[in-house]
């Protein structure tokens, strides 16, 4: 069984809040990927860490920002939520060698 | 930068009938993976082929990797309503890091 966990899995919140995703392993995963998914569409890629303090921008142009300071834990923040970040996000980790990826259970978010 | 297309898009079938969906990349790949998403969860992974050519099984799904290694196919013998979900193809790029670039995604819909 995957070890891979996201906090909130469902968040409903105001404009302009501010907000932080969780998103945590303990596979000792170097890569880690943050996808925004609406419901049986594409994945985005919006961010991107391929070890601790290296964290790169997707091809989806996301207004979030994430951090990797540890490897385990891979945050991502929204400092002003909209009602178009409204979406499904999902976390991700894969081992150096690109072997399988392990994805967390997401995060549905709802901005009002 | 890389990009993984799959076709088609969404499928409708009758139960029993076969379903194929294909997977094509703009870059070579050192291997290809292929993951399964239910409605409603996320991405689980379902099998990787590394060599040029190499088809693996499993059960009723067959899984082919090109000559090429560019392009790949997942087909699924006597469908059944469990087979339905979302069907990703994912792949490693190029350049620093290497990170896993999903493929568009097959949503596959089996009516009785």
């Known amino acids: 069984e995957a070890d891979i966990y996201q906090t909130p899995r469902y968040l409903v919140i105001g404009t302009g809040k501010k907000i932080t995703l969780e998103c945590s392993q303990t596979?000792?995963?170097?890569?880690m990927y943050w996808y925004q998914q609406d419901p049986g569409m594409e994945l985005h890629l919006i961010h991107y860490?391929?070890?601790?303090?290296?964290?790169e921008k997707g091809d989806l142009s996301s207004e979030s920002t994430v951090s990797r300071i540890r490897t385990e834990h891979f945050p991502l923040t929204l400092e002003s939520a909209r009602p178009s970040h409204t979406s499904q996000y999902l976390c991700?980790?894969?081992?150096?060698?690109?072997?399988?990826?392990?994805f967390g259970q997401g995060t549905r978010l709802t901005v009002v | 930068g890389q990009q993984v297309m799959q076709i088609p898009q969404y499928q409708h079938v009758q139960e029993g009938e076969d379903f194929t969906t294909y997977c094509n990349s703009s870059?070579?790949?050192?291997?290809i993976q292929w993951y399964k998403q239910r409605p409603g969860g996320h991405p689980v992974f379902l099998i990787q082929?590394?060599?040029?050519?190499e088809v693996k099984k499993q059960k009723r799904l067959t899984f082919q990797f090109g000559e090429a290694k560019k392009n790949s196919s997942l087909h699924i013998t006597a469908t059944q309503t469990t087979d339905v979900g979302t069907y990703f193809c994912?792949?490693?790029?190029?350049?620093?890091?290497?990170?896993?670039?999903f493929g568009t995604g097959t949503q596959l819909k089996v009516e009785l």
């Open positions: 991700a980790s894969s081992g150096f060698q690109n072997t399988e990826a392990f």
């Open positions: 596979m000792g995963h170097d890569k």
């Open positions: 860490s391929y070890g601790v303090n290296s964290t």
């Open positions: 870059t070579t790949l050192s291997n």
């Open positions: 082929l590394v060599k040029s050519g």
């Open positions: 994912a792949g490693p790029g190029t350049g620093g890091g290497n990170k896993l670039t």
